[in-house]
């Protein structure tokens, strides 16, 4: 790849650039392992309860449950933040598939998809429908 030439996004081709959150980090958005998402939670399971559940396996970083804005309800998934990632690969081991306040949850590395094409930049081209 030549520098300043960004890589192609695979369902359309446009080219993909780094968000400035990737450049500030440096990491160009990898997953250095040590970050889990956590789906099937019941809605009783706070950050603190998630957070509890964890360091019971590891060093816990940060925990978050996710919330919907408007209902302030959980939406039954999270993501866990473990100090290394061999903590991670721990906490995966002993609490995928177990129960949590009734539900079982789904421990699995965050993957980190292909960034999102930027509305302002000049490569994308929204089409409205109507002719000039």
């Known amino acids: 790849m030549i520098a300043g030439e960004y890589p192609k996004h695979p369902a359309h081709g446009l080219e993909i650039e780094p968000s400035d959150r990737d450049r500030r980090n440096g990491d160009g958005g990898t997953n250095p392992g040590n970050n889990l998402h956590v789906s099937g939670l019941s809605n009783r399971v706070d950050t603190r309860d998630l957070e509890a559940a964890f360091a019971k396996i590891g060093r816990v970083k940060k925990a978050s449950v996710m919330y919907d804005p408007h209902s302030r309800e959980s939406r039954g998934f999270g993501f866990v933040t473990m100090e290394t990632a ?14 949590l306040m009734g539900k079982n949850m789904n421990v699995e590395k965050v993957s980190r998809a292909a960034p999102a094409l930027h509305l302002s930049s000049p490569l994308l081209t929204l089409y409205t429908g109507s002719s000039c």
């Not at 061999?86 to 129960?99: H, K, P, Q, R, V």
Request: net charge negative.
């Open 86 to 99: 061999e903590e991670a690969d721990a906490a995966i081991t002993a609490l995928n598939a177990t129960d």
